[in-house]
Each structure stands twice: as C-alpha cells, then as structure tokens.
C-alpha cells in the first residue's frame, strides 16, 4: 500500500523535484529520502498520501538545493539544466512546458531556494499560499510576500517560446539543412536577431565558455561546431524539456545535445548540452505531471 501511493504520485513528485532543482539525478536522489521517510512512516497514521509526499519531497528539494548552489557557482562555463527526454503529450500543457523549458529553468536559477519553491508550487503546480506555508514552515504572509517578489522577478526576466510542434521541426530541419550544406543566409534567415546559444561542457567536453548572441555570431559557431561532426555521427530528432532538439550519437554514445526555442518561426535560442555526466539519463522519457491540483487536508 505504501509503495503504490508513492508509485502513483511519483510523476508528480519528480516534477517537482526537478523543477526545484534543475538536475534530474538531483531529483531521483530526492525521491529517494524521500521514499525511506514514507516507508518509515506507518500507512495508517497518513489521511491524505499525496499532501504527505508532496510536502516531503518540497522539503527534501530544498534541502538539496541549498546544499548545491555552492557547487554550482564553481561550474566551469555556462550551467544548463540537466535535459529530461519527455513525452509528446507535454507540449499540450502549456504551463508545464513552459516551466520545464531551459529559458525558464536558467530563470528560476536566479532565485533563491525559497523564492524557487514558493514559484514552482504556486504558479506551476497551482499549491495556495497556505499549503505552501505548511509545507516550507513560514507564515502564509510572507509566502504571499515571497510570491509577489518570485513572479515579479520571472516576469521580468522570462524568455517566451513555443512548445514542440510540427512547424518548430520543421524550422530545426530547415536549420540543419542549411547548416549542413554552408548556407549562411539561409541559417541567418532562421535565427533571430537577438538569438543566444548556451554551451554546456561543464569542463569535460569542449564547448564555448560564455553565451554567443546575435544570429552572426551564432550562424558562425554553429557552422564552426557542425564542421567537426563527422559522417559517422548519426543525427536524431527529439523532445527534451518541452523542446524540439537534436540528438548527436558517435559510436552508439549521446555524444551532444541541442534544444531550439523557437518563438514565430524564428529560433531565439540554441541549448547545447556536452557534459557526459548531464547526458546519461537523456535516454529514457521521463513521465512528467502537473498533479491535477487537488487542495492539501493535512
């Protein structure tokens, strides 16, 4: 009985779990103290299974997030989340991809811990500021307080895109092609003007150090990478955190990943993720969920 409530909710949970923490290991280690608690805990002496694990899981990720920032300062290069591989069926909740996408997530890095899950459970998950104050031990007050600030702070700094769809393949096919065969105009034609790409090698693979902006700039390092792939990598098409994205495979191994935002019919942004240890888990799709809010009875 304890372990099929913690299977049925545990969509839910690692989704919270990972957008709290941007890392889907760090997530996976959460839902696990996690779990240890809910065994320990006697099934009776739970009235309502899914308040109890989200809760846990809330203060587990918090746990965990104030514990890793400081490593995260000391990253060498630009920090990415780590990339979750996701279902079709995530591009149709609006809100959920656009929570889970790598503009967001880079967003939700700039808040505090606190500032991160009072947003995360109120405006992604729809939690009320009293549940959140039960759950993050603080006054209902000033989890209103935090909130306001949270969102005000999002707002601002928030890049809108369009979840994976058909026309946003179609202008990644269209990228690729003129990237393959040296289209310069064509790839510009593609790229918005105020474009960024972020590299991800994390010191283990090589990658640029900074964001390049602007679709020169970028037209010329992607021409410059795409020169060093050789015939024996496979491109596959995919969708990573809501995205559309390209998968490079040498040898059989993810040897590069990159996720498009896309924003009317223009890419606005090029995520490519190098680091070994952010790909080993970009295999499987990881089912996501918004939980169908249902208000908490502690």
Do not use: C
């Amino acid at each position: 009985m304890t372990e099929d409530a913690f299977t049925e909710h545990r969509p839910l949970l690692f989704t919270i779990a990972y957008e709290m923490l941007g890392s889907a290991a760090d997530a996976e280690d959460v839902l696990q103290e996690s779990y240890l608690r809910w065994s320990a805990v006697g099934p009776a002496t739970v009235r309502h299974p899914r308040a109890y694990l989200v809760r846990t899981v809330t203060r587990q990720a918090l746990n965990h997030l104030r514990a890793v920032r400081a490593r995260r300062e000391e990253y060498v290069g630009s920090w990415l989340p780590e990339p979750i591989r996701t279902a079709p069926e995530v591009s149709e909740d609006v809100i959920l991809a656009e929570s889970v996408s790598m503009a967001m997530m880079l967003v939700l890095e700039t808040l505090n811990p606190t500032e991160r899950a009072v947003f995360v459970l109120h405006d992604v998950f729809g939690y009320t500021h009293g549940e959140i104050a039960a759950s993050i031990g603080r006054p209902e007050a000033t989890v209103r307080q935090i909130a306001h600030r949270a969102r005000q702070h999002v707002h601002a700094r928030r890049r809108r895109s369009e979840p994976d769809s058909e026309a946003g393949r179609e202008v990644v096919q269209s990228f690729l092609h003129a990237a393959a065969t040296g289209e310069v105009q064509a790839l510009m034609d593609l790229l918005a003007p105020d474009v960024v790409e972020i590299s991800d090698g994390g010191g283990k693979a090589a990658a640029a150090h900074r964001p390049i902006t602007g679709s020169t700039q970028v037209a010329r390092f992607v021409l410059g990478v795409l020169r060093t792939v050789t015939a024996a990598t496979r491109v596959e098409h995919a969708t990573y955190n809501g995205m559309p994205a390209v998968r490079y495979v040498t040898g059989g191994e993810l040897d590069w990943l990159v996720a498009f935002e896309i924003r009317d019919g223009l890419i606005t942004g090029l995520y490519g993720i190098r680091n070994p240890d952010k790909l080993h888990r970009a295999e499987a799709v990881l089912p996501l969920d918004r939980g169908g809010h249902q208000p908490w009875k502690p």
